[in-house]
């Protein structure tokens, strides 16, 4: 039920947006976010307390490709409400009403994590923050922030230094919440959209964070405190590896439908091209690699519900679903030739947004290496290979 619900929602409602906004490059409407929320979908993975579903991740990635079937951008933002609620600022009364809204999409969150120089290598972070009473005082460069016009605080992973730590020990990082009006960015704040070539519907940004001011989590802690308290916000790999292989499988499926539908209406040589055998195979191998990636994700969402270490098999699904997403988009996009190179037809978008499923969340070589190294022990010399 929730799938078919999610299913007709795509088609009906999201669909039309994409097809008319992805070209020109425009936002995702806010009405359009208002009825997700009222259906429900930015509160999938929050508990019913707060006003959630209280479900798991097989629903979660349910809903991520319906959506994703009919525009990426919009399955993604639901992870705004869903992966972010732990890292909700605020304490007591009022960070629970924030959840409660966040459940309805009426709070969201972005997350700034990369920056010019730091991209695969989080360990790398050089922006920071410094302690001033109970506030963080935040400096540095950040990018690849989707979402931070348009989103009620962003979480900022910062390098802090602990007066408590061992002397030459590294400084720590954790995630910083700061609050903003929405639609705009955060005072002491400056930056600028990133021109993209897809994953049109928001807009990403390159930050410049400059003295940009959040409360602590525990007024009058330690760094060691702060620390612990972040813990639940720390970015859930597992499940965004999982919800990035359903946003693929959804991409591939579009461009499966759409070019099965174009095959049995396009003739050539006195016959539609779905009679032609090679046309038959694309289509055949192309159904049977989404397929594949979707069990494998079913198999991923179980194992995360049940509360069991899937590194391995996260990181085996984002890398299969990714490398998948790509080849049939682009087979789709050859079924229907010289159409599918303009933006009349939505096989365009979903070879374009295919493509930064490869990027994203862990690119492929990195899901490689964690792979490799889940089987095989990490190296004896680690080097940049």
């Not at 989080?122 to 979402?147: H, I, M, P, Q």
């Not at 602590?216 to 620390?227: F, H, N, Q, Y």
């Not at 679903?321 to 988009?329: D, N």
């Not at 037809?345 to 947004?353: F, G, T």
Request: proline share 5%; with cysteine.
């Amino acid at each position: 039920m929730i799938r078919d619900l999610a299913r007709e929602f795509a088609m009906n409602e999201v669909l039309p947006v994409a097809n008319r906004l992805d070209p020109e490059k425009g936002d995702i409407p806010r009405e359009l976010i208002e009825k997700m929320g009222e259906l429900g979908f930015f509160g999938i993975l929050i508990p019913e307390e707060y006003g959630g579903l209280g479900l798991g991740a097989f629903e979660y990635c349910l809903v991520a490709e319906e959506l994703s079937r009919a525009w990426m951008s919009v399955a993604s933002i639901i992870a705004r409400g869903n992966s972010f609620y732990t890292s909700i600022p605020g304490t007591g009364e009022a960070r629970r009403r924030k959840i409660e809204l966040m459940a309805k999409g009426r709070y969201l969150g972005a997350v700034a994590l990369s920056e010019p120089g730091v991209g695969s290598d989080l360990s790398g972070v050089t922006c920071r923050a410094r302690r001033e009473s109970d506030t963080w005082v935040v400096t540095g460069n950040k990018y690849w922030c989707t979402f931070a016009d348009g989103a009620d605080y962003i979480s900022v992973l910062c390098r802090v230094d602990d007066p408590d730590a061992p002397e030459g020990a590294k400084a720590p990082t954790i995630a910083i919440s700061v609050e903003k009006p929405r639609g705009e960015l955060p005072e002491g704040c400056s930056g600028a959209p990133i021109p993209k070539i897809g994953y049109f519907g928001w807009r990403t940004w390159e930050l410049r964070f400059e003295g940009t001011r959040a409360p602590v989590r525990v007024p009058g802690g330690t760094v060691a405190d702060e620390i612990a308290a972040a813990q639940g916000a720390a970015f859930a790999l597992e499940l965004a590896r999982a919800h990035t292989a359903a946003r693929s499988i959804g991409l591939a499926r579009g461009a499966l439908e759409d070019a099965m539908a174009y095959a049995r209406e396009r003739v050539q040589f006195g016959q539609p091209i779905s009679d032609f055998q090679a046309t038959r195979f694309k289509i055949a191998t192309m159904a049977t690699e989404i397929e594949a990636a979707r069990q494998l994700m079913y198999h991923c969402c179980q194992q995360i519900d049940a509360g069991r270490p899937v590194r391995l098999e996260t990181s085996m699904v984002k890398l299969f679903a990714a490398e998948m997403a790509e080849r049939v988009t682009s087979e789709a996009l050859q079924i229907f030739g010289g159409a599918g190179y303009t933006t009349l037809h939505a096989v365009e978008r979903y070879w374009r947004d295919a493509r930064l499923t490869k990027i994203f969340e862990g690119t492929s070589e990195i899901q490689q290496r964690i792979i490799a190294d889940q089987l095989l022990g990490k190296p004896t010399i680690r080097g940049p290979n």
